[in-house]
């Protein structure tokens, strides 16, 4: 890793990014060796979470919930309709926009998800204290809201 920090900063300061981006990889690489996971990609968890409590939202809408591009929120909303999670229908008011639902198939598979969240991430996060989770929390919140 030491070498790999050099490349990216020759000063030697560490690479916050890097390092964000490689546990970002480990925790998909974790979901995805769970059953729970398999039917649903981390993305897809919070579109249909979304989904669940603000039925009806155009793809605009979702990925402002989000947090996302307008084009990786069709794709989540792609994958969920391909797989039968989502389903998508045009608005009565507007014959040029869609209006996105969870399908009960999608509903069920969210539900899954959600209960293995809290064990995941007491698998994932281990190896810290309940001090250093909160901490990391609160620095990666600060780094997303700025």
């Known amino acids: 890793m030491a070498l790999l920090e050099r490349t990216y900063n020759p000063s030697g300061e560490p690479v916050v990014g890097y390092f964000i981006y490689t546990a970002y990889l480990e925790l998909v690489r974790s979901l995805k060796s769970r059953k729970e996971y398999r039917a649903i990609r981390p ?21 402002a919930y989000l947090g996302v591009e307008r084009a990786t929120a069709g794709k989540y909303a ?37 209960a293995a969240i809290p064990p995941h991430e007491d698998e994932f996060t281990g190896v810290l204290s309940k001090q250093e989770r909160n901490t990391l929390r609160t620095l990666l919140r600060k780094l997303i809201m700025q």
Not at 46 to 58: C, D
Not at 90 to 107: C, E, I, M, Q, S
């Open 43 to 63: 993305g897809a968890i919070g579109t249909l979470a979304i989904l669940a409590v603000r039925p009806g939202i155009s793809q605009i809408e979702l990925a």
């Open 78 to 114: 792609a994958h969920g309709i391909r797989y039968g999670l989502v389903r998508r229908e045009l608005t009565a008011h507007d014959r040029r926009r869609f209006a996105l639902f969870v399908t009960p198939k999608g509903l069920d598979a969210l539900h899954k998800a959600v």
